[in-house]
């Protein structure tokens, strides 16, 4: 039974309370939780770390017990490394999965709330409109021609329509047209689609194209390196040293140069990233974008909310032939322009609040106009009392208009309100002087004339008309009345004039899209930046007879689209991608949703944003703000060079690791690094340093460089040769320090210490030079990534630690290294940097 005082107030929070304890979270899914012990085994689960662990038992067996243990040691921290790793990716992940919930709008108390829709009890009053999914099964309480697309129960996607009080309306399904508020009535598992157990969409660790690429890579590094240690293992056993000694050797330098861990990083860096975009409120839904993000080269924007603060006021009205610019529309002369643009309105209202602006919800462009006529609720509720809304056509983007059939004491009315010119060619008279007169084609031109005059002040122009004749449902917008036109103003969001400036600066096309008419888009689009020619403007019915060949070739000389249906957008989209642009498209209403599919980013709305088209979209912003498309662009960039970073680093520390061992036993040398020792170099050279780099803040010039090509691959403007030159380099100066140590007459041991000091500062140091392409590492401020120079002080304390605590003497083969020693670790491992500063210098030349 629906309780009627209910429907109007909301549930109360206590029954709240009672009911989400009795019927429970209104979800579908029971979300997986994430298990912290089956992450750490999973760090285990690879065949090379089986081998490994095989290799070490059984060499423990034949006696090397110590080795034994550390090995195992070493290879436990590792697992934990990675661990921290895969837990942190996850539960940003599992964060970002929370943020993109769908919210509904409920009223509880008697207050307008907007909530996660998991949060729902049976009860609740929702108030739902087109392009929501429908948060849980209802039965409607009130409404207006309510559509709803139910093909994801029963595959039928024709709309059904639910105009009927207490018609059955289901979650998940999706609003095509209309609103309603409507009584919550089962939630959970307990709705139809809980009983299907349909799965809602929900955002997905998908496998980003760089992830599949470093993936295949990773297999094809697998099978040299694995190739390499066979042939490091049979030369050593070949030149008689001991089998197991050069098994273990050579599973060893498999472990550590086997990038096992470039996916786990890119995931790392990549859900960094999305939590940093998060900050400045940009929620990435698909993370496959954020690659995508820094191609970017075309941002096709919608004006109101996203240029603009869509916080709408009147400035003008003109009515009765001449215009008034008043704060406040009073007495007797306005009230049929009153009657239409208050009661044609789709605000809701909350009267206990006291102020008039904290009475109104909705829609700017409709609490704008209740504004400019009442300054207070008590009076506005009295105004509304007077008359019952029999019918609505609400307001689509499409028809840009919208009308109301309403009853008062007289009788029945009909008003209409919209963009002028949809307006003008539906009246057949005007209401002048008092009176209804002809509306003839002097007064058309006249009022035209006008609206081109507000428009061109920036003013967004809604008219009005009426009849009270004649009214049946196939003449209810036919032979209406002229009343007069509202200009409102909606100013520019302060921040996007300079977000503009650094969006062409960073060789990215700024186009502004709306529906509003030609003049005001350009004179907000000169205001900001966005176009400088009345040519650079095209219009919808333009772009209605153009063909998409032709729009091909005219979009790239367009700035702007004005009185555009978003059904345009998706045409819009097709003619820059066909140019080879990698667009971002913003979008809101649900007939936006196809245009952010199509786009290679779709944004959406936090705000104002409709369910339908937050799903169809990559990414969200959260306060629905140009400048935040902007962020997230510098952000993408900002991960993509970080990535480029890191495997920068860790192929040329491998490939340094590998060839150490590969040439030293090529020239019958003795083997330079010990299992122990190699796995040390990869503890203390992989893990942390790589995980810093993936945080390294913004290169100065990275908004003033033209956006990357998509096709482009990771290792293109010769990132592919400094891996392949700087990893020879480590390797040949390693053995070189080894060769050095042996022919002044030290031990193996201390040379082996050598040779290990030499790979790891060589590391180490190349570590600074991989945070830039184009800079030495004597022009990088060191100090701006302080994980990078925590995470190396770690990796040499480890060093310093292995060589002088005697203990880990013991178990590292180690031996206390001298002055001289260390002039060989740091001319060697300095030597690489100096050679490679000296030719960035004259490469730059
Ligand atoms: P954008 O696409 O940038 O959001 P917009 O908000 O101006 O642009 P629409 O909302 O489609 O685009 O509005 C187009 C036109 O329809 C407006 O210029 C105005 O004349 C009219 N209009 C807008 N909102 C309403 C409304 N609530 N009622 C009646 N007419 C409206």
Known sequence: MINENELISGLREEEVEKRRQKYGLNTIEKRKKISPIKIFLSQFNDFIIWVLIAATIISGLMGEKGDTVTILIIVFMNAILGFVQEFKTEKSLEALKQMAAPTSKVVRDKVIKIIPAEELVPGDLVLIESGDR???????????DLVVDESLLTGESVGVYKNDKYSSIYMGTIVLTGKARARVESTGMNTEMGKIANMLENIDDEKTPLKQKLASLGKILVVVCILICVVVTVLGIMRGQDKYQMFLVGVSLAVAAIPEGLPAIVTVALALGVSRMLKRNALVRRLPAVETLGCTSVICSD????LTQNKMTVKEIYFNDRIY??????????ELLRKSFVYCNDCDYDFNKKSINECLFGDPTETALIRAFFDNGKELKNYLSKEKRLSEIPFDSKRKMMSVISRNSHGVCCYVKGAPERIIERCKYIYIGGKVQLFTSAYKAKVNSQVENMSRKALRCIACAYKDH?????????????????????PPRPEVKNAVIECKKAGITPIMITGDHKNTAFAIGKELGICSDMSEIMGGDELEKISDDNLVKAVNKIKIFARVSPEHKLKIVRAFKRNNKIVAMTGDGVNDAPAVKEADIGVSMGVSGTDVTKEASAMILLDDNFATIISAVEEGRVIYNNIRKFIRYLL????????TMFLSSLFYLDTPLLPIQILLVNLATDGLPAMALGVDPADNDIMLQAPRDKKEGIFSKGLGEKIVVRGCLIGICTVFSFIISMYFGLDLKSSRTVALGTLIMSQLIHVFECRSERHSIFEIKL????????????SIAMLIAVIYIPFLQVIFHTRALGLFEWLIIIFFSGFISLINSVYLYFNKK
């Open 652 to 659: 040329s520390c491998n490939l340094g690791e590998v060839l």
């Open 303 to 306: 004006k109101t909310g996203t």
């Open 325 to 334: 610019e008043k704060s406040i529309y009073t007495g007797n002369e306005f």
């Open 470 to 490: 004649d009214i049946n449902e196939s003449q209810r917008e036919k032979n209406l009345i002229f009343l007069g036109i509202a200009g409102m103003i909606d």
């Open 134 to 144: 429908i948060p849980a099964d209802c039965i409607i309480a009130d409404g207006s």
């Open 783 to 794: 100090f701006t990534n302080l994980y990078l120079v925590g995470a190396v002080s770690i």
